[in-house]
Structure formats: C-alpha cells, structure tokens
C-alpha cells in the first residue's frame, strides 16, 4: 500500500513500452559513428532534444562540457610493428577492422586504439605479463626473474580495467618502461556477416587507459568544464597514461614469435597459440625488435548532454534519474545504444502518461563522452552537485542494455533489492516458452543466489559506468540492471565484439534479441525503478536490506584478513568495532522499519530513507582518491571493475602482502577499520528518531 | 508576518531572561578553576545537565571525546632564563601570576603556558619580530639582514593568532629556529583588586599555539575522537609546533635588555621600554644567552560536552543549534562564562515556555576544551556531520558575551543581516541613560557600518570560537554576538586580562557590567535568534542580503588585485568571471525572493534557504587546508582572526609579492577565481525553482 503510487499508472506506463519501438529507435541512433566530439554525436543529441519534447517532457536542454578528449592523428596512424636489426620495419599491425557489410561506405570510423596514449615510438624486446596486475606483475619479477625495466610489455585483456593495467606497467618498471597493450580478445572475433561467426574479424578493443579514479574531466578535477573554468596542464591532469599503448587483436598478436621460458597455465588463454614471456622473440628472430608508433592526440573538445524533466507534482524539489550514455566508438549497437534505445523508449512512455503527473521530479539524461572516462556524467554531477546532493532520491543507470542472451543481471545498493525483486514479480519473462512465467522466477532460475539466499543473484556496483559519480562519488542509491550472458559458461569478460567496429545494429537484430522482447524487458525494470522512485508516497529503499549487507560484508572483510591471522595478534588488529557498528546500524534500522508502520511525517521519514546512502560519504575520500568517497562500496584500487565493499580496508588488507613496514601497513588496517565503524555507526544515527 | 512563531510568545522568552540570574549563573561556575580535562570541569558539566534537566528541556546528555590536550608539568615548571657565559641562570621568567584578592587559596591554578609547546631547553640569542606575521619575517630579513636561524625570537601578542606566529616562525627559520613567546600585552595588567586598574600585575596569556585550521583534535583529524577512533602517533598529529613556545608577561619582558638596531616605529609597542630587534643583549650583557625551559606534555584527555534538546513539534528534523564553550584557562569570569551564563539564562528561559513548543529542534551545547583547539565542537561536529549536514538551519555561537563596555557586536552570515537588525529594534539599550532607546539606535549610535551603509557594523565571521566547523567546515549559517568596546580607543586586542588568572567573576560584576543589564542584552540578543530561526513559520535568512555581500566582495577583491595591474594583464587574470556569477547569483535571489511573496510549498522553499550556507562549501576544502571548506568565508592564511572573504583568492594574491615564479602564482590566482566563480553560480542554481 505504501509503495503505491497507483499501480493502474505503472501497469499504462509498462504496457506502453514496445518492443518495434525500441528497435525503431536502436535502428535509427545507429546507422552512423557517433563518437564524443564529433558532429554525428551532436547531431543525435539535437535529435534526441528534439525527439524527447515532442514526447511531451516539461524541458530538455544541451548541457555542454569541453572536456580533454584523445583522438588519433588523422596523418600519422598508430601502429605496432616488429623491425628487423637495421631498423626495417618487417611487420606492422593492422591499421583498421575489416568493415562489416552494409557499412562498407561509412567514414568517421576510428580506428582501434588506447584513448589518452602517450604519444611515441620506443623500441625495444616484449615481455608478457598476463592480466598486467598487480600480482602478475610480481610474479613476473620474483618468480620468473624478469626486470621490465626498458621493455614493452604486452598484457591481455580482462580481470581489471585497461586503465589500471597501465598504472600497474608504469609503477612496476619504474620510469623507464614503455608498454603496448594487446588485446588477447577471445571471440573478438564475431563478424557480423549475417549469422556467421568465426574468430578471425580481425577485430580489436578500444578504449581509454587512463586511471581517473572518479575525477571527470582530466584538466578539471571536482568542477565542471566550463568555459570560464581553470584547465590544468596536460602534465598535471589527473590520470593521464605518460607512456604510449595500443590495442591489437588477436590476428595481429599471433604474429608476434614470442620467445623464453613457459608461462604457467593460468597465463594462458584460449588461443590456439604457445604462450611465451620473453623478452624478446624466438631464437629464429632473436635480432628483431617491437616498436610501437603512436602519434594520438588529446585535445579539449566541445561535448553535450541532453537533460529532460517531468516536474514532480508534489516533491518537485526531488530527483529520481534514469542516465546513460550516447557517445560510441563506432555505431554502438550494443554499447550504449542498446541502452539509449531503453532510455528513448522509456521517456516516449512517460510522456504519454502526462495527463497525471509523478509525486517527484525525473531527470533523464542522455551523457556524452562515457567512453572517455565517464566526463559527461561527471561533469554533470560536478555541475550540480549541490542540489544533488540535498535533493536526488536515486540514480538508475542505463548503458548497453544487453550483453548476452540468458538472464537479467542486477548491480545495485542494497536498499533498492526489494524494490528489484518485487518489479521483476511484475513484469513477464522475455524468453521463448516462458509465456506467463514471471522475469523474477525466469532471472531466479537461472542465476540463484545460493552462498547468500534463496533468489536472483543482485550483486555490488562496480565501475565503469556512469553512476559512478553519482553513487561513489555523491552518495546516491544508485542501480543498473540489463541482459546478460551465462557466466558459467561463457567466461570471456564482456562480450566478443565490445569496443569494435562489429557492434552494430545487425548484431543485436540478428543475433542478441530478435524480437526485442529482452530490451524491452530491460526497458520495463527500468523504468519500473524509475516509476516506484517517483510515484510512491513512502520511497521503495529497504533499510534492512542495508543492515543485512552491512553484516555480511563487515564478516567477509574480516575473513579476508583472517589470512594473517598471527600477525593480527601481534599488531592487535581487530574488527570488533566494526561489528559493533553493524549491530548497531541493525538495531536503528529495525527501530526505523518499525516506525515506518505507523508513519506520520512522510517528508521526514522520507528524507531519512534519501539520506542514508548519502551517510555513507565520507568527505576525505579514500586514501589518495578524492573523488571516491563512499566508504562501502567503491572499486578497490586493484581490482577497478569490481565493487569491492569496505575498499578502504580491502585495499590496505591487500596492500599487507608486499610491504616492506607490516607495521605501518597494519596501522593502515586498523585506520581503515576506525574510518568504517564510524561511518557505519554515523549512517545509524541518521535512522534514529530525528529529535 | 512570516517572521511569526507568535510575537507574544517571543516576549514572554525574553522578558523572562534576568540580569540577576545571569549574574547568579556566572558566580556559580567560576569560584574554582575548570581547565578542559580536568574534574572540576567534569564537575559544571554535570551541574549543568542537572540544571538543564531541571530548567525542563526534553533531553540532556553528556558526549564524552579523548582528545589530545597539554598541561604543564607539575614537578618542573616552565620558565625562560638569562644565563650567563658559565650557564649559570641569572634570571627566571615567573613561574605563576600573583593571585586575585579573594582567591588566595585556590589549588589548581595552571601557570601561564602555551599548550602543545614542544619540550625541550633550548639557548641563544633572543631576536625581536615584532607580531611574528610573514611580512615581519620578510622585513628582519631582507631589510633588516637579520637571520634567525637558531636564534630564539621574541614575538608581541596581536594581529594573528599565536600559533600562526609560531609556525611563520618555524617556516622563516628552517628547521633550526627556536622561538619563544612573550605577551607584550598592553594593560593586561588590570589586577582584579577591586576598583584598582594597574599595569604591573605580573599577567601573562594562557593560550594554545596549535596550527589545526579547523582538523580539531591533533590526532583524529575528520572523525570524532571516540574510544575505537584510531589516533595518528603525535609525530604525525595535525598543527602540533615542532619547537618550543612560552608566553610571559611585560613584567619579564623589560627585563630583558635586548641591543642591536632600533625597530621602525611600526615595531614599537606602547611599553615604556626601548624597543631593540636584537640578536642578543646591549653590549654590558653580550655574553648573556636566553635559555627555555620547556617540559610541557602532551596526553589524551577524556573531556565532556553536555548537550541539551527542545524537540520541534513540526519539522522535529531541523536543528537549531546554540553552543559555547565551558572549560577556562581558569576561572573562566569572562572567557567563556560570561557566555556560558548567557547560554545557561536561556535555556532556563525556553524551559518556562514549554507549554508550547517551538517549531523546530533546539540544540544547546556546552563545548569542552575549547582553548586547546576547538576540540569539543568540532569533535561532537565530526562526530554528527551527517545530521547536521542535512538537518541543521543555523549555529549561534556563545563564547565571552562580554569584552569591553561601549556597544554590541555582531559577527555573522549575510543572510542573518537582516534578522539581527529586526531583533535588536525589539531589544532595550543596557546602557545607563537610554531608557526607551533600542539596542539598534544605541548600537547604530557607536558604530555606524559607515563605508557600507548606514546601518550598525556587522563584521565577517573569523576564526577562534567554537563556530568554525559549523561554519567553516560545514556550511551552516552562524552568527555571534556580544558586547564590546570601542575599537577606536581602545586598540589592544581582545581585552586586558584575556587568559590570565585575573578573568573572575569580580572583573565582571565590579567593572565590566554591574547591573547585568550588558550581559542580560547579549542573551536576549542570542536567544531571539534562537527564537526566530526555530519558530518562525519561514526560516527569517534573507537571500539578498548575500547577494549584496557577494558582489561587494567581488570589488573588493578585486580591488585588492589591483595592485598588480601591470601583471595582471602580462598573466590574462580577470575576474570577469567572477562577476558574473555575483550578477547571476543577484538575478536568482531576487526570483527566489519573488517566489516566496507567494509561496506555497513552505517545506521545500525553507530547504532552498536552509541549504543556500551549505552551497558555499567546496568539499575539496582551500588550498592545503581540507577542513576550510568555506569559499566565501576562511581565514585568511596569512590573518588567521580575521574571515576573509574570497580566502582561496585572497591567500593566492597574498603569495603573489613573494613568489619565485609568478607565473606559476598568478596561475593559482586564476584558479581560485574560477572556483569562487563556480561556487557563486552553484550557489545561485540552489535559489532556482527546483525543477
């Protein structure tokens, strides 16, 4: 009854989403590149501005940035090559992916390559390193005896973002390493002939390597770029890579006669290659060198938002958000199209149930310049940061909505898990012969929560999206929620043609989702979200859902350490104060729960739910990320893809393992631990009768 | 009209306060020393809750925090010695204060002493510094040619805070500099003998030299000091002096026959002394070596807050917050008593009236520790960020209400301007012969706010009281008020006896304010705030009132840069951007202002006027300084008494005439600007229609 907000409206507003409508408008933002900074990219953001009024929305704006961007140089191609002992270049990679057929005649595409690259042209003997971790990189020094120091470095990708995997290379070769980044893409290699797939595309993954950490716009950390803000140097701007790298596909590294000893099996992928770690080649071509040629530049460009409202009728003053992104690497059928597609489609809903209005205010928000380390959203969130930061409710993010064909996937705090369970009773399953079968019992089937409960697995948000700012940076309950694949069976990371030419409209038409029934699927979570946060008189957030996961994540933190446990002993490093938190949160949450039954002061009541996630902030950050501040949930500093919960202390924990001080590593510990009792112990008090 | 919460009501609160209970309260808290940390000041916090519990508020409770505090000593005191060139000491500083008529028997009295001083017997020669502010230190040396590398300098009280002569010290004279602190200070000779006014009373100023910029205690910089807080190793603890630091009185001072040049007249106190810079003695006592005999400790230190509640009956999730201080140096008669009196009137005077409620919440605090750095306040601050963050409206702070006897004084956020001119026209003049006179006409009388407008002075909020973390850190509209003297004829800094044993209940009663008529104005000053903001219907802070600070501001600073102009134009810095925010803020506020003639959603209005401090707040802090927060309103670095506005700006043109590379300096003007500019403009979207 509280979580009303008339379910006649929900049920108009979900019926209304269509599946041809949702391929009509996937069809339609995908025909052209639409890269951040270019015009295409532009030109679909007045369309979309356009588009969104005539669906009926109160206002929509361009909100522009102008943000550092990195493109090649359109003269000088980047390339790697192999030169022979007189500096002959006897091989180069690839300049460009094959084109996929009917877009034999598109220009604009970008070719593949590492956005904010140093530009280059070391030369020198390779050495393979793995996933480039932190602990591939050790193991290659301590174990395998092998000094990086003026080699290049080739890394596969997966298991952390690319980003990180050039912080590593740099911290680990000190200051003199050069790295080229290689893409061991397994099943890159879909080409999108119709129906056809084989893993010779000739595909390669782009994508920024830049290490952020939260901060926007590398010239403007904590402020939006606008015209009249300061711009750092390039040399001090946040994040930036200081040694070259690229991208290659497979068709290319298997070109490379990687010579010296056997890796270990757990460094070796799928292809059908012998898998060696230098330095240098074979015996056979022992004289020949790698150089990488890398001529990309980074230039402040011009990029837009596109930012619609429908003004809450009784709370215009909050803010629910449904965001995603716009900007592509090439035509972006899947990332993020597939998720624009949800979000056009979402607001041509909305807007045909106008006649009456949402208790709160929604925002949604078409972001520019994802792909090039989140500015858009970032910057927005700088922008307004102030008003978010007392008005916003939640935050559901929408990039590609499909990455795979076999279930819902779920990522978001845990005060929205109930929430997601019971929409997802709601809503019917997309999948053939499931007719009247339920999303929730079709998702629960297939991914089971079975170490922590009996339903649908929801895990922890990550990264590498744009909530980011929003719920890691500003504290807002924060969710995404989109189609994915079997993770048992299908273990590449991501999907095979993520960040190439190949993803385009005909992917998804002919291979993902044929009859759109799981985009729309995705749409209707969505914007089932997006209607509960808005409509319902008490808002849908589950405090003891937060309680429970506070418990269960300070037990699992505290087993983590268990590792170590004499030295725990000798340093007197202990969780009791954590637990003692949770307990206490528990308690408030209980108290809190109970009054919600007979609750009279609804903005009172509601202002505590909106501000809980906000308790977990902490203004400091985390150590050396400023811009990282939630101290539950954040990626840890070496694992950036994955929430980790309790970061701070994961990271310390982490940190234990290699440092030369145990001492003042377990100091950190139990400084970390202080910092997570105190917030979890400051976000009870936010649940306590208010007076 | 809106200003209501009942005008009858108001009456009734004020008319209740009593001068004879004012008086009663002070006597009852200042018959025996009460340093922070020590019984008896755990002793008036109990009395006081009692007293609070009794006088009717809801809840009282005593918050507990384990902070770093410093005491003498007991077995081997702090003195400063002249020895002679076998290193016999033929002359001692005195080790305590003669002692008031009336309170000879006293236990408890800690000596004069600045707490935190490093330990430690330092010799050399003395060079006098005059305020030991930058510009003191640039003139010795590059004017004068003096370096006081490893001399000990001899620096007067005034102009900035202690600790900040302290660290220019350390800064001036690299790491072997060691400094000593004289109180060269004017009158502080007044002994409480009754009537009896001399200059030779042998007192001296207790004070801290801390350098915390707002971090409260040393070693739990942004978190409350609980029992589980981890606490940073004293070597790491935040603005703890590396070098040893001692005040004494003029009594020692003359005599200390320094040689060497004769200052400029600007150096020259109006001791009847012949003022010398030195280094060292007059010719008949060259061999003659100053020695400090510093053993003063540090130790953590439980200390008290007593904390007392009305709850609101409507918006119970609204604070109100009235705080001041408890603990003395000694006896506390002015610094805080005389303002914790006040406080304890008022308290007394709410509980009568509780037969209705306020509106919103009442918060009144009795800090603890205080004189150590802040501690209590900001402690129980870090302790409730989250709380106060989104439910605070305003803080009136309640240190001494009384430091000389000519007219009021008021220091506060402009949009309290007009709310402090309103409620001083309903308050009678305490002054003898202005029955019938308002405490506005008499206050306007004394000091018209010439160069502004004609109207009675209100000044910027500074540093040094209990305010600064909800001001300064949090962004929570503040204010203070007390009487004062006549600054321009009595141009000693704060007032005669400030920190010496001769603060009593005596100095009060027989000289300061007899009838308590003084002190009884002051509370009705501080409670009718109180009063206002918590009952009225619309919270009484006026929009426009900021917007005229802020573009007065802007010129002003401006202005300041003008000095540069040559430069100015060489660097391309203009503060065109910053204008236009003050324009752009002025044209929201008038809108804002607009709105509310017809306003309808009280609540969500009220957030917009309640949220527009916390606007001010950039979360990145100022320069080196995470816990100034402020970007209209810090101290300055280089004034640390004094609110600057603009800090960031301010302190980067500060820096400008001693730059090594101006370019670089000029660079950091430019980007304190677009971040003043940013935070203007975010400031103005939060006084927008909220969607």
Not at 180 to 201: G, K, M, W
Not at 284 to 294: A, E, G, L, P
Not at 559 to 587: C, I, K, P, W
Request: hydrophobic share 35%.
């Amino acid at each position: 009854a509280n979580n009303s907000g008339s379910n006649k409206h929900l049920t108009e507003f979900l019926d209304e989403m269509r599946s041809d409508q949702i391929r009509e408008h996937l069809r339609k933002f995908t025909r052209l590149p639409h890269l951040a900074g270019t015009e295409q990219n532009l030109k679909y953001a007045e369309q979309i501005k356009k588009e969104w009024q005539e669906f009926g929305l109160d206002s929509v704006e361009m909100v522009p940035y102008d943000v550092l961007l990195s493109y090649p140089n359109k003269t000088q191609p980047n390339y790697i090559s192999i030169v022979d002992h007189l500096g002959n270049e006897v091989f180069n990679t690839s300049l460009a992916e094959p084109v996929p057929e009917g877009y034999e005649g598109v220009s604009n595409i970008v070719p593949p390559y590492s956005a904010f690259s140093a530009k280059g042209q070391p030369e020198g003997d390779l050495v393979y390193v793995n996933y480039g971790r932190t602990e591939d990189f050790f193991q290659l020094e301590r174990e395998m005896k092998i000094n990086v120091t003026g080699k290049i470095v080739i890394v596969r990708y997966g298991k952390i973002f690319r980003g990180n995997k050039v912080g590593k290379a740099l911290r680990s070769g000190h200051i003199h390493v050069v790295v080229f980044h290689v893409i061991y893409q397994r099943l890159s290699a879909i080409i999108c002939r119709p129906h056809e797939l084989n893993t010779d595309s000739g595909g390669a993954q782009r994508g920024n390597v830049l290490n952020l950490n939260g901060a926007g716009d590398p010239l403007t950390p904590g402020y939006p770029a606008k015209e009249y803000t300061y711009r750092f140097d390039l040399v001090e701007g946040v994040g930036l890579p200081k040694i070259p790298v690229h991208p290659i596909g497979f068709h290319d590294a298997i070109r490379l006669n990687m010579g010296g000893q056997i890796p270990p099996n757990s460094w070796k992928g799928a292809l059908n290659v012998s898998y060696r770690i230098g330095p240098g080649f074979t015996d056979d071509f022992k004289s020949q060198k790698v150089r990488m040629n890398i001529h990309t530049n980074n230039q402040v460009t011009r990029i837009y938002n596109v930012i619609g409202r429908i003004r809450g009728s009784l709370e215009p003053d909050r803010y629910v958000i449904l965001g995603g992104h716009r900007d592509a690497w090439v035509f972006g059928g899947i990332d993020p199209m597939s998720g624009a597609a949800v979000v056009h489609e979402t607001v041509r809903s909305a807007g045909r149930l106008l006649s009456w209005r949402p208790r709160r205010t929604i925002i949604f928000a078409s972001w520019d310049a994802e792909e090039f380390g989140l500015l858009g959203s970032t910057e927005w969130a700088e922008d307004n940061a102030k008003l978010l930061q007392e008005r916003a409710v939640a935050y559901i993010n929408a990039d590609s909505a499909i990455e795979g064909m076999y279930t819902l996937r779920v990522d978001c705090t845990p005060s929205l898990h109930t929430l997601v369970y019971d929409i997802t009773k709601q809503i019917a399953s997309p999948e053939e012969g499931e007719e009247g079968v339920s999303l929730y019992e079709s998702w629960h089937k297939r991914d089971n929560w079975t170490n922590d409960r009996n339903a649908p697995r929801i895990s922890k948000l990550g990264s590498g999206s744009d909530f980011e700012a929003y719920f890691i940076r500003l504290g807002i309950a924060s969710g995404r929620a989109r189609y994915t694949k079997n993770k048992k069976t299908e273990k590449y990371s991501s999907y095979p043609v993520y960040h190439s030419v190949y993803e385009t409209f005909e992917i998804v038409d002919k291979f993902y989702d044929a009859s759109f029934k799981r985009l729309r699927a995705v749409a209707q979570v969505r914007g089932a979200l997006i209607f509960h946060l808005a409509c319902s008189e008490l808002l849908p957030l589950d405090v003891m859902e937060y309680a429970d996961s506070l418990r269960k994540y300070a037990q699992s933190i505290a087993q983590l350490a268990q590792r170590h446990q004499d030295e725990m002993e000798t340093y007197m490093v202990s969780f009791d104060s954590l637990f003692s938190a949770g307990e206490n949160f528990t308690v408030a949450a209980k108290g809190f729960h109970e009054r919600l039954q007979t609750v009279n002061r609804l903005r009172v009541m509601n202002d505590q739910l909106m501000y809980l996630e906000r308790a977990f902030i902490d203004p400091l950050g985390l150590p050396g990320r400023p811009f990282y501040r939630h101290v539950i949930f954040a990626p840890s500093s070496h694992n950036k893809y994955a929430g980790e919960s309790f970061p701070g202390i994961y990271d310390a924990l982490f940190d234990i393992e290699n440092s030369a001080d145990p001492e003042k590593s377990w100091d950190e510990v139990k400084r970390q631990i202080s910092i997570a009792a105190f917030t979890v112990h400051a976000a009870a008090m936010t649940l306590t009768p208010p007076a």
